[in-house]
């Protein structure tokens, strides 16, 4: 787990944008500061409580505590935060709920309050707003919440205990209690609100995934087009619901009711599914919302982006889930539902595979090969332009579902990638989750001043959220689906250790050749086990792995030399490659069963021209047929994977003792006051922000004039180096900026003279710095993306890090095992080893500035770059020689807080 974080920086309009959440029903509800406009309103929700409801509130009876409190909550105050929930309904925005905070004496804490309205409690709006509470609060720089309730409030009490943010014990007074919250973020605090997340997306996809009444909004009378094959879909799947068309020159289509308008539907419908022309779209949508509709899809394609941004505006005005525009449908088989709302051309086969594209090309390839191999899905989203329904969503959904066994995704961009990442990860525990790789052709490194910056691509930063979220990424549908088949069918491997049996040596070698290639390990056997299968299948048999078996070896002796293997516990997974001859024929043999334990065992087709399938043994055991051997090397190899990240322990949390996140802070803002479009630290100032979070650095100090170097160089004992300064200088040692081992004042003033000839038109100023010890150089960064968050990089250092390369990456929040992980980089961790005699480094201590450093970055999202190298590592410990920080005018905008798209 991550160490708690406290975001102290300023966000001065943030708290003050409204947004769409969901209440745990589902629903969807406004929330947005109040404003005088809110008065009457605010006055109506208070008037309509009970008097108990009232006194707890106010721990008064009567109507004056509640006019007073309306009139204070709605007139702006800066040391004051006033929240609204408004409920999103067909028949307009209702106020439900209210929470306001107010700063006690100019401190950190804070005094909270709230109001649920009569009949609108148990569906989480009052958690819901202490969420965006605490959010605003944060960016105001409050550290704790204080709320005094009665005695016998038991409803606030459920609120505060709830909510997942940590509380000391209640304190009783005089009949009231005071619940003392603290407002950092821990890791347990963010997987309660994931948990939460999850629950209320599922809620809010029922309508979409188990209708029960659909309507198709521009059907069609005649055949061909596609709001017509929608409807026919959704008849042949045999949907039990109620199903409706909408054209207006119709009373029936296709033996299905049809009304006139969405307005003249006998009943108000779950799902719609609008197949209109763009211009048409919006008002389809304002029709829909207003007739109680929960959910569209609308296949409409080449919409606008400024009709798309409307039609989310409706669907968010009415509480109305979207899927698309420009999309395929959706198809679920979930809990007794059959429903087919495609107009693919042929229709979704039920299975246990949740599927989500955003490409209606890639989802009907999907779809066809599913169905060919008997799989089938679960629930099936096109999500086309993605205006709201995403990946995030359907995590959350198919969590719950107990009829999905597991998840491929095609998804073109995240709009949350820190959420889909915790939210993947929570799934990915209980079920594979695979996704294939899109647009891994993307541009490469940006422009950017770092090393670490500059080596990150796009296809590098998805690849660590993949990593760390243990969701498998392919490279192609083909390679999707072979790696679901191999999940579906076949037990995990405990290791990779493949074992290669053929009855043919050369096919077998090259089998052998793609596994090792694909990441897996073909091992020697142990000489107890090759004499078991020389015995097996005879002297002229080569048994070592791979194992020929030979043209001579008849079917049976293969079957048992393959569960020889597997009873041998040398090999984690078995490979099978069985040409046919006149004496063998492995499938016919195999379909009786076979023996192989937990040993994941798959087939390999030589010389037949066809595709993967499954072979049903009379046991039902299904076994994957590949193909080629390198289709089911990488599909054991993915599967190798999952095992290796399930085992691997969740993380205990880091201490990070020392750091001081509002100093920070400070320098920060004064740097951004003074350079509102940011840019580079200057060196005494990087040094000091590094120092905020507890990172040892060479003292240095950036001298203006020579003077000034001439004292500085007399500071500390020993020679020092001196290297030129200005915010634009990369690379110092590429431009002879880099003066070293100078001792005294005549070195210091000579070299305070060389680099002021050498740069006389572009020098800032010079650094003067101590040298730091021998040691180790490595390379630690952090490069910060607006989608993605800080990637932190780690690998050797040194003027040559960019030619030696091997960079490993992670995202933050960065735990403990990421870290680790970074360091077994296999070129630094043979360095801080102790290569060939040298002294290596602590390893612990290096860990230590990776972690620091990664949470410097995301505690301050105003920190877009920063890279120290070298970072020079001793056996003592870790010193920071050079570095470089570079700001950005962002604002923060917390990537776990419960809001729509």
């Not at 209640?170 to 609100?193: C, K, M, N, Q, R």
Request: glycine share 10%.
């Amino acid at each position: 787990m991550t160490a708690p974080t406290i975001r102290p920086w300023p966000r001065p309009h943030d708290h003050r944008t409204p947004v769409h959440a969901l209440l745990a029903d589902g629903s969807t509800v406004l929330i947005r500061p109040a404003t005088p406009h809110d008065l009457p309103a605010v006055r109506a929700l208070f008037a309509g409580l009970s008097p108990e409801s009232s006194r707890m509130r106010f721990f008064a009876p009567g109507a004056g505590p509640g006019q007073a409190a309306a009139q204070r909550l709605c007139h702006p105050d800066p040391d004051r935060i006033a929240l609204l929930a408004l409920a999103c309904r067909p028949g307009g925005e209702e106020l439900v709920g209210e929470a306001e905070a107010w700063r006690l004496h100019d401190s950190d804490t804070a005094e909270v309050g709230f109001t649920v309205a009569e009949g609108e409690r148990g569906r989480g709006v009052g958690t819901l707003l202490l969420e965006h509470l605490a959010d605003a609060a944060r960016a105001r720089g409050m550290r704790r919440f204080v709320a005094e309730t009665l005695v016998d409030n038991l409803a606030m009490k459920r609120v505060v205990a709830s909510a997942g943010l940590k509380h000391g014990a209640a304190h009783e007074h005089g009949g009231t209690v005071f619940h003392d919250i603290d407002l950092a973020e821990d890791d347990a605090y963010l997987e309660v609100v994931a948990d939460r997340e999850f629950r209320a997306s599922a809620a809010s996809l029922e309508p979409l995934f188990r209708p029960r009444a659909v309507a198709v909004v521009g059907a069609g009378r005649e055949t061909g087009g596609v709001g017509r094959a929608v409807l026919d879909h959704l008849g042949a799947s045999g949907f039990a619901g109620r199903l409706y068309a909408v054209d207006p020159g119709a009373d029936e289509i296709g033996g299905v009711p049809c009304a006139r308008s969405v307005g003249a539907l006998p009943e108000p419908v779950d799902l719609a599914v609008v197949a209109l022309p763009a211009d048409a779209v919006v008002d389809a949508a304002i029709a829909c919302g207003r007739h109680g509709v929960r959910a569209l899809v609308v296949v409409t394609t080449a919409v606008p982006v400024t009709t798309t941004t409307v039609l989310k505006a409706v669907c968010r005005r009415y509480g109305m889930r979207l899927v698309g525009p420009d999309c395929l449908g959706v198809a679920s088989f979930a809990g007794g539902v059959a429903l087919d709302a495609t107009f693919t051309a042929h229709p979704p086969r039920a299975g246990s595979a949740g599927v989500a594209v955003q490409s209606g090309g890639v989802g009907i390839a999907v779809l066809e090969r599913l169905a060919a191999l008997g799989m089938g899905v679960s629930a099936f989203a096109s999500l086309g332009d993605k205006a709201d329904v995403s990946g995030n969503d359907l995590l959350g959904w198919w969590a719950q579902d107990p009829r999905t066994r597991m998840v491929l995704l095609h998804l073109e961009s995240f709009g949350n990638a820190r959420k889909f990442a915790r939210h993947a990860r929570r799934l990915a525990r209980t079920k594979p989750v695979l996704i294939v790789e899109a647009g891994r052709s993307a541009a490469g490194p940006r422009a950017a001043a770092s090393h670490t910056a500059a080596g990150v691509t796009p296809t590098i930063t998805r690849r660590a959220l993949f990593r760390q979220a243990g969701v498998i990424a392919t490279r192609s549908t083909g390679e999707l689906v072979e790696t679901a088949a191999l999940l579906d069918a076949q037990p995990l491997p405990d290791g990779r250790r493949v074992a290669v049996v053929s009855n043919a040596g050369g096919i077998g070698v090259l089998a052998a050749d793609a596994c090792i290639e694909a990441g897996l390990t073909v091992a020697e056997f142990s000489a107890g086990l090759r004499a078991r299968l020389s015995a097996l299948l005879g002297p002229d048999a080569a048994v070592a792995n791979p194992v020929d078996a030979g043209a001579g070896a008849g079917a049976e002796a293969l079957r048992r030399a393959v569960e020889a293997v597997c009873d041998a516990g040398e090999a984690d997974a078995v490979l099978v490659l069985p040409v046919p001859t006149a004496l063998a024929d492995l499938r016919s043999t195999l379909a009786d069963g076979i023996r192989h334990g937990r040993v994941p065992l798959t087939l390999v087709r030589v010389n037949q021209g066809l595709g993967l399938d499954f072979l049903t043994t009379g046991e039902g055991e299904r076994i994957p047929v590949y193909a080629g051997a390198s289709a089911a090397a990488r599909a054991l190899a993915h599967a190798a994977d999952r095992s290796e990240w399930l085992r691997e322990p969740e993380d205990e949390a880091v201490d990070l003792p020392g750091i001081r996140s509002e100093d920070a802070a400070r320098i920060i803002a004064l740097q951004m006051e003074a350079r509102p479009e940011g840019g580079w630290l200057p060196p005494d100032r990087c040094a000091d922000l590094l120092a905020c979070y507890g990172i040892g650095t060479a003292r240095l100090v950036l001298a203006r004039n020579e003077h000034t170097a001439v004292t500085a160089a007399g500071l500390w004992d020993g020679p020092v180096a001196m290297k030129a300064y200005w915010p634009e200088l990369i690379h110092k040692s590429d431009v002879d900026g880099v003066l070293l081992g100078l001792s005294g004042e005549q070195d210091a003033r000579a070299g305070w003279r060389l680099l002021n000839r050498r740069f006389p038109d572009r020098l800032a100023g010079v650094v003067v710095q101590e040298m730091a010890p021998k040691g180790v150089e490595l390379s630690v960064g952090v490069d910060s993306d607006p989608v993605f968050g800080p990637l932190v990089g780690f690998g050797v250092g040194g003027t040559e890090t960019e030619l030696i390369g091997g960079h490993r990456f992670a995202l933050t929040p960065l735990t403990g095992r990421d870290a680790a992980r970074l360091l077994d980089e296999p070129r630094a961790a043979r360095l801080m080893g102790g290569f060939r005699g040298r002294p290596g480094a602590d390893a612990d201590a290096v860990r230590d500035v990776v972690m620091r450093l990664a949470r410097l970055a995301t505690d301050h999202p105003r920190v877009a770059e920063a890279e120290i190298n070298p970072l020079i590592a001793t056996p003592e410990g870790a010193t920071a020689a050079d570095f470089r920080i570079r700001l950005e005018p962002r604002d923060a905008r917390d990537p776990y807080l419960r809001r729509l798209r």
